[in-house]
């Protein structure tokens, strides 16, 4: 039976693969690479074996989390590699708990050719696949909740009680950028109206106050500890809930035209 024995060369010394009998102090791929090293040869032996497969071509390729603790070069090299072998091969399915990595192969591949799923927890059924917006996941959390509250505005999509809570975070981020130097960078919405308010006339932020006011008041009870006193969604009027949303897009300067 044919028998196959792998070294590495580091440094002009010959590293040995090494098994579990090997002692700790002699060097071998366990103690002498690191697990981006370990991971990038995995995959670099994988890859060198479909490529001598002369049906390839026919082949559906499932890599499962390629990218793992590599460094910014192994990480394009990595995404080049799933963009060659997804021309030569019939299909190729990443899997991967790095959105953002999924994000930036999905950005090399041609739009007819890519699809997006998302493995979702259906409880007693199991799990099922089903489609993922990567661009929304992978977006900003603040430019997310902004995208998510003009789209109840505009076309009523989303569930009132998530939108209620997503309306002080666009507001506190607001403020800490558009009045830089005013606000830290921890500062609550209740922090970022007790300074403007302390600030009086002068403080850049004076003219947005009694609005923040008025929104803070309406969204406090959806932010309070105590998850007894939080409204529930019956409880919501979806009319002055799409008035406070647009009152918090007009302050952000973010309302859809």
Not at 32 to 60: C, M, P, Q, V, Y
Not at 94 to 102: E, G, I, P, T
Not at 136 to 145: K, L, S, V
Request: hydrophobic share 40%; glycine share 6%; aromatic share 6%.
């Amino acid at each position: 039976m044919a028998t196959s024995s792998y070294q590495i060369v580091i440094n002009a010394t010959a590293v040995d693969l090494g098994d579990g009998k090997t002692p700790s102090n002699k060097p071998s791929f366990k103690n002498t690479l690191s697990s981006g090293d370990r991971s990038t040869l995995a995959l670099a032996f994988f890859l060198a074996h479909l490529e001598r497969d002369k049906g390839h071509g026919n082949k559906i390729v499932v890599l499962d989390d390629p990218f793992n603790s590599q460094d910014a070069f192994r990480r394009i090299q990595t995404i080049q590699e799933i963009r060659r072998i997804g021309k030569k091969c019939a299909q190729v399915v990443v899997l991967s708990h790095d959105a953002a990595f999924l994000k930036d192969v999905w950005g090399k591949v041609p739009p007819a050719e890519r699809t997006a799923l998302m493995i979702d927890n259906a409880r007693a059924r199991g799990c099922k696949l089903m489609p993922w917006a990567i661009e929304h996941a992978c977006a900003g959390r603040i430019t997310a909740e902004i995208t998510d509250l003009q789209a109840y505005l505009t076309n009523n999509e989303g569930k009132p009680l998530d939108i209620a809570k997503k309306m002080r975070p666009v507001l506190e981020d607001h403020c800490r950028r558009a009045y830089h130097g005013c606000f830290g960078d921890q500062d609550t919405l209740g922090e970022i109206m007790r300074k403007t308010r302390d600030g009086g006339d002068q403080h850049p932020a004076h003219d947005i106050y009694d609005e923040l006011e008025v929104i803070n008041e309406f969204t406090a009870p959806f932010h309070h500890a105590d998850l007894a006193a939080v409204p529930t969604a019956d409880q919501i009027d979806k009319t002055q809930l799409a008035n406070f949303v647009r009152r918090t897009l007009r302050v952000a300067k973010a309302l859809p035209n």
